[in-house]
Nanobody, 118 residues
Framework: VQLQASGGGLVQPGGSLRLSCAAS????????MGWYCQAPGKERELVADISRFNSRTNYADSVRGRFAISRDNVKSTVYLQMNSLEPGDTAVYYC????????????WGQGTLVTVSS
């Protein structure tokens, strides 16, 4: 499975961005998908994830109510709609996919930089 993320960039505080992550390869194997972020000097942490079949979602407390994760299983793509962005959201965002056939196998996209600054 390969993951290709896009949509990052520079945005002012209060602005919005939409990240996309398209999967290719053995897409039948893909289960839960999600987004993680890593700010300079910090560890990578979960932003949001979404299950494959019932679209159950889970959010970090810091983004709940501002970000929305969704997925299109036909396109094998996961999205992260980011609203009311704050300078503290500045980070590299990575998409993630869990393999539902080979338990414990995880895939990562290349990361896309989101910078929130005036």
């Amino acid at each position: 499975v390969q993951l290709q993320a896009s949509g990052g960039g520079l945005v002012q505080p209060g602005g919005s961005l939409r990240l996309s992550c398209a999967a290719s390869g053995s897409i039948f194997n893909i289960g839960d998908m999600g987004w993680y972020c890593q700010a300079p000097g910090k560890e990578r942490e979960l932003v949001a994830d979404i299950s494959r079949f019932n679209s159950r979602t889970n959010y970090a407390d810091s983004v709940r109510g501002r970000f929305a994760i969704s997925r299109d299983n036909v396109k094998s793509t996961v999205y992260l709609q980011m609203n009311s962005l704050e300078p503290g959201d500045t980070a590299v965002y990575y998409c993630n996919a869990q393999d539902r056939v080979y338990q414990g196998r995880t895939y990562w996209g290349q990361g896309t930089l989101v910078t929130v600054s005036s």
